[in-house]
């Protein structure tokens, strides 16, 4: 039930009590990974195609709001790489006030999730949608860099991938090489400065040592200032987007897809984060809270927000353990902009394009992707479709289309492990070859003649109802009696029930009586509420295969 409950993990630590000795390690984890937070912010917001403060005020507003209210002690939210290609797709249809519109959806719907309990869920989108939609962005961002990290100029970049490499190739001849170098130290201060100490994150470093290398050897490389202007020091005042019915409309697809991607991306987060400290989150309270989040960003001039995997490490690892270390982290972002705002100008866009190159890099988890090449042929189907989706196609697409191919997939693969059949062609003597002892191997019972045991193994759903008419049809010489072995069938669809009451009534034309063996109790209690057993009555529902044999003997004196 913990899982389940609607209260944020902040008033549980409250509850359990607050201490300057726990203050001091949230304090040290949050303004560690304020410092780490705040050039990703910048980035993703510039990638995404909206201002770099819109990144600080999404990890300001949002990671505050998010820290307050989540279903998990450790979580930290704000912008994340996951976003940039819808959001960037909105922003070029339908512009900023599209993607306020679509964020403030996405946060309704996220709470409305919540409230429904669909915390457990939204976990159980497959595995290759997740790795191929997180590769295909993964792909996408790193496309996008390639300008920024070369410093090519003329005209402006497409936005179809295939477009962005052929931009590429035309105007490689602009490359800027301080601008390359630039990127280049980026990447090499990224890799390498763990080295030195994991305590302060690498891309701040590299930001900070490339705008003083820009700014002393007045190097002729693209800045956040000479692109955007300036950056304010100050929160903006709250502002609705303007909303109307078409629009709304227009972008129910988007905001489902980015309620979908904060759900799967914040859900996952606390799920590690679960496993490097031992706790539990409540998966639904973290989806309100991200509505919540998700509904007063835009309103602050933000842009989506979610649960950010690698932050909540870094906050894990520097000692923080309850949500205090997300508002501190906050916090601390909120004093960066107000006092350092504008320095943020200086920062290059090559440096900024290789924390991204880097983020691109971790985020695709390539091993994973070849991992799955292992698996069965259905799930590389799955990955394959969904990755070249969210590549050619539009990450929209791309989620819908994965999650449909793979639950029909699934459902081909439940109905071909669902046997049906009669069980004097052996159906269940190869599967009871191991079962020695069993008492209920059909082997073991004198059938009489007039007698027919149809066996149904597995779930007994919409996708085995055909093999199961089929079957039945194809049996030359109609039985006096027809017993239908259901011991192994776990659970019964409303087709499977249908399917069921069409052989009823082609039996009672037959001159066919049916009897029921071996139900579960949920099937049979389905198969009540149907109303099927006026079709078949009490006495035609038995426990076992030996008492359903002792009935159709019944049956067969009777109609003598």
Same mark, same amino acid.
Request: charged share 15%.
């Given at each position: ?13 409250? /509850? ?70 819808? !959001?960037?797709?909105?922003?070029? /249809? ?10 403030? $959806? ?57 477009? +962005? ?248 693969? $439940? ?7 009669? !069980? ?53 010489? +109609? ?59 009490? +006495? ?21």
């Amino acid at each position: 039930m913990g899982r389940n409950k609607l209260k944020p993990k902040l008033i549980t630590v409250l /509850k359990e009590g607050y201490s300057i000795k726990k203050f001091i390690p949230d304090l040290i984890a949050g303004i560690i990974v304020g410092i780490v937070a705040l050039p990703l912010a910048i980035a993703f917001a510039i990638a995404s195609g909206v201002k770099p403060e819109q990144g600080l005020y999404t990890a300001v507003v949002a990671g505050f709001l998010i820290s307050c209210l989540s279903g998990s002690r450790v979580q930290i939210g704000g912008p994340t790489g996951a976003f940039i290609v819808i !959001v960037y797709g909105i922003i070029q /249809k339908y512009g900023y006030d599209g993607l306020a519109t679509a964020t403030l $959806m996405a946060g309704i719907l996220l709470i409305l999730m919540g409230i429904a309990r669909f915390g457990d869920i939204i976990k159980y989108i497959p595995y290759p949608v997740t790795v191929g939609f997180t590769a295909g962005i993964a792909l996408i961002i790193f496309a996008a860099q390639i300008r920024d990290f070369l410093g090519l100029t003329g005209g402006t970049v497409p936005a179809e991938f295939v477009e +962005k490499f052929k931009y590429y190739a035309k105007h490689i001849n602009t490359l800027n090489v301080p601008t390359l170098l630039v990127g280049l130290l980026t990447l090499f201060i990224i890799i390498y400065w763990p080295k030195v100490t994991r305590r302060v994150p690498g891309s701040f470093i590299a930001i900070i040592l490339t705008t003083l290398a820009v700014q002393i050897f007045h190097l002729p490389v693209e800045t956040i200032g000479s692109r955007f202007g300036g950056v304010p020091n100050t929160l903006p005042m709250p502002h609705l987007p303007h909303i109307s019915v078409e629009l709304i409309t227009k972008l129910s697809s988007p905001a489902l897809t980015i309620a979908i991607l904060a759900g799967i991306e914040s859900l996952l987060s606390a799920v590690v984060a679960d496993g490097m400290t031992g706790n539990r989150h409540r998966s639904n309270m973290e989806l309100i809270a991200q509505g919540v989040a998700n509904i007063a960003s835009p309103i602050m001039g933000g842009i989506p927000a979610t649960g950010a995997i690698a932050r909540t490490a870094t906050n894990i690892k520097n000692g923080g353990r309850t949500p205090f270390a997300g508002i501190i982290h906050a916090i601390t972002l909120l004093l960066i902009l107000v006092f350092f705002g504008p320095w943020a100008s200086l920062i290059p866009m090559a440096a900024l394009a290789g924390i991204l190159i880097i983020v691109a890099y971790n985020m695709s988890e390539w091993h994973l992707f070849v991992k799955i090449f292992r698996s069965p042929a259905r799930d590389i189907v799955v990955l394959l479709t969904t990755f070249f989706l969210t590549v050619f196609v539009d990450l929209t697409v791309a989620i819908k289309f994965g999650i449909v191919l793979a639950a029909l997939l699934f459902m081909r693969r $439940m109905a071909d492990a669902t046997q049906v059949g009669y !069980v004097t062609d052996s159906l269940i003597e190869e599967a009871d070859e191991e079962d020695v002892v069993d008492e209920n191997r059909i082997s073991q019972k004198d059938i009489p003649e007039g007698i027919e045991v149809f066996e149904i193994n597995g779930p007994f759903f919409f996708g085995a109802t055909d093999k199961f008419k089929d079957t039945i049809r194809g049996l030359e010489k +109609k039985p006096k009696v027809l017993i239908l072995r259901m011991r192994h069938v776990p659970t019964i669809d409303a087709t499977a029930l249908s399917a069921l009451e069409n052989v009823f009534n082609l039996s009672k034309h037959d001159g066919t009586q049916i009897i029921l063996s071996g139900l579960q109790p949920r099937p049979l209690e389905k198969i009540k509420r149907a109303g099927l057993l006026k079709y078949i009555g009490e +006495k035609n529902i038995q426990p076992n295969i030996d008492q359903a044999l002792n009935r159709a003997g019944q049956i067969l004196k009777e109609s003598k």
